[in-house]
């Protein structure tokens, strides 16, 4: 049977999106810092079944012992792995095109290339949307939506669950909070060009052990700045190598025998929270994602039954986890004029 005009643009626009949906993922990992370091440490990954689960060694065995001779040894039999389970998210966004203006646009005299135009509308409204989550407390869409930073790394650290841990209960569950106003007052009281470093140093040094520290800083417009202004042109080093190639404005962090890139998450309709840094330890983020919907297109063009309209949906389903809190941590300023 011969395809209908109608049709055959249904089809386009399907193989349209399924022509662009392997950049997707791309496309949403280079719109931000943290996916993007995520994606190039391979912590994109996969996950099956109706819960993602992720393994935690949470003691030790407490079976270490030192001995001669026929001293005794310690043989202790311990658990030493939970699971945190998080509730995987879905989310879709629908490129939608009535008929009549598909029809319209067709040949030479078209006015503009409607598909092109709906589908990049629509795969910057998903790289808006993420963005959104990513900096939230999971919470919209009546809880519906992917758990962002301010569910995993809270201002406030000893309480409400997360991956189906109870944070009051088990202090080991808990990231750090450091507040300006208050955790160091023999520095400073409030973010400056003067305190910003050594406030820096003092949380990098608490939260860091052997090889393992936070490698990545998320700041706002005001503690980049700040930052920005305590250093001078010949300490100042501006990443060019990684973050800096992709367009994201990032420095180097360099202080209390650690590194970390820099990176200014505030600017024009950012939502990352005002007076805040994040330090976050990459290699224990993961983004898990099911095979299906990896910021792909979902099936074919569907057309609704009583409307002259094509639509095809881009999802995404899966959640934000963490596997070690330890060097996960919040610096605010509550109280910016103190």
């Known amino acids: 049977m011969a395809l209908t005009s109608v049709e055959k643009n249904q089809e386009i626009l399907s193989l349209a999106l399924e022509d662009r949906s392997q950049g997707y993922q791309d496309l949403v990992s280079n719109s931000c810092a943290l996916l993007h370091v995520l994606q190039s440490k391979g912590n994109f990954r996969e996950y099956s079944g109706p819960r993602i689960r992720e393994r935690l060694l949470y003691t030790k065995t407490g079976s270490a012992v030192w001995y001669n001779g026929f001293g005794f040894l310690n043989p202790v039999p311990t658990e030493l792995f939970n699971d945190a389970e998080y509730t995987p998210k879905m989310c879709a966004v629908a490129v939608t095109l009535s008929n009549e203006d598909i029809l319209n646009n067709e040949g030479e005299n078209q006015i503009m290339d409607m598909m092109e135009s709906h589908i990049a509308a629509a795969e910057s409204e ?45 202090a080991i569950w808990r990231t750090s909070s450091f507040d300006a106003n208050s955790f160091a007052v023999d520095i400073g009281t409030q973010v400056t060009a003067t305190t910003v470093r050594p406030m820096l140093n003092r949380i990098m040094t608490q939260r ?28 100042r080093v501006n990443d060019t190598n990684a973050l800096g190639k992709l367009g994201f404005t990032s420095l180097k962090y360099y202080g209390a025998g650690r590194s970390a890139d820099i990176v200014l998450e505030g600017g024009i309709g950012s939502n990352m929270p005002a007076n805040t840094t994040y330090g976050l330890d990459t290699d224990n983020l993961r983004v898990r994602y099911h095979p299906e919907r990896n910021f792909n297109k979902i099936g074919k063009a569907m057309v609704p039954i009583n409307q002259d309209a094509v639509v095809q949906y881009i999802g995404f389903m899966g959640e934000l986890t963490m596997v070690n809190p330890l060097f996960q941590w919040k610096f605010f300023d509550s109280n910016p004029a103190a």
């Not at 900096?135 to 309480?159: C, D, I, K, W, Y």
């Not at 052990?209 to 005001?222: F, I, T």
């Open 208 to 235: 860091a052990r052997g090889k393992k520290a936070a490698d990545m800083l998320l700041m706002s417009g005001e503690h980049y700045a700040a930052y920005d202004a305590a250093t001078v042109a010949i300490q």
């Open 126 to 170: 998903l790289e808006d949307e993420v963005d959104i989550s990513l900096h939230g407390n999971g919470t919209r869409f009546g809880g519906r939506e992917l758990g962002g930073m301010q569910l995993a790394v809270p201002t406030v650290n000893n309480s409400g669950t997360y991956g189906g841990i109870d944070r009051g209960a088990n």
